[in-house]
């Protein structure tokens, strides 16, 4: 499954955005249609990713450390308490203040439910996860103490 940025109306005119999980952009059109809304919009995160980071978006800076050490303690909480890796990003991108960063763990988690590891899915965004960084989380995935790293 992969993750969609939607822009919707409903029946009184009124826009809404948000991410939702599908295999494709017809399903989050039809999840879209069930609830009653117009689609105006569906891209898979991974692609406006693309595109913002080739535009020098936010990303291009990457996270600030006070972000990567909130996500860092937040997902070892999660994982240590027993939770998935993927329900984990998938909280953690939920309690996220910043669409961008929560879009961004979105699109990590897609990989993940996909079957790469995850600090091969954090490498599609090196301003945010850098070298260092994915080569810990890819020594506590392969010691398999993810939640000690």
Same mark, same amino acid.
């Given at each position: 499954?992969?993750?969609?940025?939607?822009?919707?109306?409903?029946?009184?005119? /009124?826009?809404? /955005?948000?991410?939702?999980?599908?295999?494709?952009?017809?399903?989050?059109?039809?999840?879209?249609?069930? /609830?009653?809304?117009?689609?105006?919009? &569906? &891209?898979? &995160?991974?692609?406006?990713?693309?595109?913002? %980071?080739?535009?020098?978006?936010?990303?291009?800076?990457?996270?600030?450390?006070?972000?990567?050490?909130?996500?860092?303690?937040?997902?070892?909480?999660? &994982?240590?308490?027993?939770?998935?890796?993927?329900e984990?990003?998938?909280?953690v991108? %939920?309690?996220?203040?910043?669409? %961008?960063?929560?879009?961004?763990?979105?699109?990590?988690?897609? /990989?993940?439910?996909?079957?790469?590891?995850?600090?091969?899915?954090?490498?599609?965004?090196?301003?945010?996860?850098?070298?260092?960084?994915?080569?810990?989380?890819d020594?506590?995935?392969?010691?398999?103490?993810?939640?000690?790293?």
């Amino acid at each position: 499954m992969s993750a969609f940025e939607y822009k919707a109306l409903d029946g009184s005119g /009124k826009q809404h /955005k948000g991410v939702l999980e599908a295999d494709t952009p017809r399903q989050i059109r039809q999840q879209l249609r069930d /609830k009653g809304w117009t689609p105006l919009a &569906v &891209v898979e &995160v991974q692609q406006r990713e693309a595109r913002q %980071r080739q535009s020098f978006s936010l990303l291009k800076t990457g996270l600030s450390p006070a972000e990567l050490s909130l996500i860092t303690r937040q997902l070892a909480t999660l &994982v240590h308490s027993g939770t998935p890796i993927d329900e984990a990003l998938q909280a953690v991108s %939920r309690q996220s203040e910043k669409p %961008r960063l929560g879009n961004m763990l979105l699109a990590v988690r897609s /990989k993940v439910k996909e079957g790469h590891p995850l600090a091969v899915a954090m490498a599609d965004f090196p301003h945010a996860f850098d070298d260092l960084y994915r080569a810990t989380v890819d020594a506590g995935e392969q010691s398999g103490h993810l939640d000690a790293v």
